[in-house]
């Protein structure tokens, strides 16, 4: 008689290599096009191409993201009756609305439009394309533009409803963070109109305003009445950081690193080198979920404040501790498909694009800035970047990216949250990611010399 566990576990393994399949969008197995030896019976056989990626592919998978969001990222005030296109912003319309963009899941107003603004103007700094920063110049001057309109409807019928609620009534750090620093990151590269008020309320609201626990460390009351989340990391160091460059007031420097580290003191399991996604204060003995996408936001703020954070910073050597620990956890939970997984610790979890785009730039921005080696990294970096690109679609969409997910308290939700290329998570991770990817292969023959041997991509660093 049949096991029926058995025959379960059989499901379910073939429904994951299913997914894992349609995840990666393969064609594979892939040889090696490096080999000079297509029939080498020593060459691997890869679920994702594996080689040495030229700069021109890697800005042709950007291209395709920065096309697809030119037109799904709309700016555009409409009837939230109708759909009709408003072009009148001198009469007053209570059913005015910004535009959500394509199958509303890009709002003008969101932290991943945040961090998509500044995937666009990373791209654009590297790649010396003036389309990046333009996209970035065109939602800038819309917010000019709509800021005032917004505010008188938000007079008369309250801010409930209104588009512009994350700055008219700021209630978090999803509010405020990442739209925060993409603001002074377009203002300083002059892609921006004056925004310095919107900023400065923002700003304002992180230092000043946002519920902290009794160290200091910036919180929540929701889904529990004292929740620290991973992802508030990014929702505000980042602005922090941005803040003290913008000003030259070391005193945002501070709070950014303090932030950092008081974050990684609470949430950072020092034995995996894993951010618990999150815990609850009314609840002592908290199980640790490593969801892929807040270890993102952690690694990324790190390594945005790290690249703005002055060298003789008291805390800068602590952070880059962290930051080293980190990576090398990382590193070896990468799956053999180049992608790292859901729940990172969890192989049986389905492979992630958004995290991966987050690991890749931060990985490859430490290479690029001397804060880690190459030999141990640059491979990974590389590896990571050509999974990822294999989720870009022809028509610039980014797929295998989890949706928005709460700080859930059982494993089997972050097992079976839905994945869609209609929400913003992972396109700014991708730019960031492919940017300073071009960035790491522009550094051979400065930094390292990569060479292909036994098989196998070997970062060498060049004698000095």
């Known amino acids: 008689m049949n096991n029926p566990v058995k025959i379960f576990r059989r499901g379910a393994l073939a429904v994951f290599a299913l997914h894992v399949a349609l995840n990666l969008h393969a064609e594979g197995p892939y040889g090696n096009r490096d080999n000079p030896d297509p029939h080498d019976e020593g060459e691997g056989r890869y679920p994702i191409p594996y080689h040495l990626p030229k700069v021109e592919e890697i800005s042709a998978v950007m291209e395709r993201v920065r096309a697809n969001l030119d037109r799904a990222m709309v700016t555009a005030v409409v009837d939230g009756k109708t759909g009709v296109v408003i072009t009148d912003l001198t009469t007053f319309n209570p059913a005015a609305v910004a535009s959500r963009g394509d199958q509303n899941g890009f709002p003008v107003l969101a932290y991943a439009t945040g961090v998509t603004h500044a995937g666009m103007l990373l791209a654009g700094e590297v790649t010396g394309d003036a389309r990046y920063q333009a996209f970035v110049a065109r939602h800038m001057d819309f917010l000019g533009k709509t800021i005032p309109y917004f505010r008188a409807q938000a007079d008369k019928l309250g801010v409930a409803q209104n588009s512009y609620r994350p700055l008219f009534a700021t209630a978090s750090l999803d509010d405020s963070g990442a739209m925060c620093a993409a603001l002074i990151k377009a203002r300083l590269a002059g ?10 309320h923002w700003a304002e609201y992180i230092r000043q305003k946002e519920f902290r626990l009794a160290d200091g460390t910036l919180a929540r009351h929701r889904p529990q009445p004292l929740s620290l989340w991973a992802d508030d990391a990014y929702m505000c160091i980042p602005a922090l950081a941005q803040m003290g460059k913008l000003t030259g007031d070391r005193a945002w420097f501070d709070e950014a690193a303090k932030q950092t580290v008081q974050f990684a003191e609470h949430l950072f399991n ?87 785009a987050m ?52 494993s089997v939700y972050y097992y079976n949250r839905p994945t869609s290329a209609h929400h913003g998570h992972a396109y700014g991770p991708v730019l960031l990611a492919g940017a300073e990817m071009i960035r790491l292969y522009r550094n051979q023959g400065k930094l390292f010399d990569i060479q292909l041997r036994n098989r196998t991509y070997h970062f060498v660093p060049l004698a000095k």
């Not at 892609?191 to 400065?200: E, H, N, V, Y």
């Not at 790290?306 to 956890?329: M, S």
Request: glycine share 8%; proline share 5%.
């Open 191 to 200: 892609a921006s109109p004056d925004l310095l008020p919107s900023i400065q």
């Open 270 to 356: 020092p034995t995996t080198g894993l951010y618990m996604h999150g815990k609850h204060l009314n609840q002592p003995l908290v199980a640790e979920f490593y969801w892929g996408r807040a270890n993102g936001w952690v690694i990324m703020a790190q390594a945005e404040l790290l690249d703005v954070l002055p060298a003789d910073h008291p805390a800068r050597e602590k952070i880059l501790a962290i930051y080293r620990a980190h990576v090398r956890a990382l590193t070896q939970l990468q799956s053999g498909a180049g992608l790292w997984h859901q729940l990172l610790d969890k192989p049986d979890s389905y492979l992630e694009s958004s995290c991966t």
């Open 359 to 410: 690991f890749v730039f931060a990985i490859a921005r430490g290479i690029n800035r001397g804060w880690i080696s190459p030999v141990t990294y640059g491979a990974v970096a590389q590896a990571g970047w050509l999974a990822l690109a294999q989720q870009v679609n022809e028509a610039g969409q980014v797929g295998a990216s989890c949706v928005g997910t709460t700080l859930a308290s059982d």
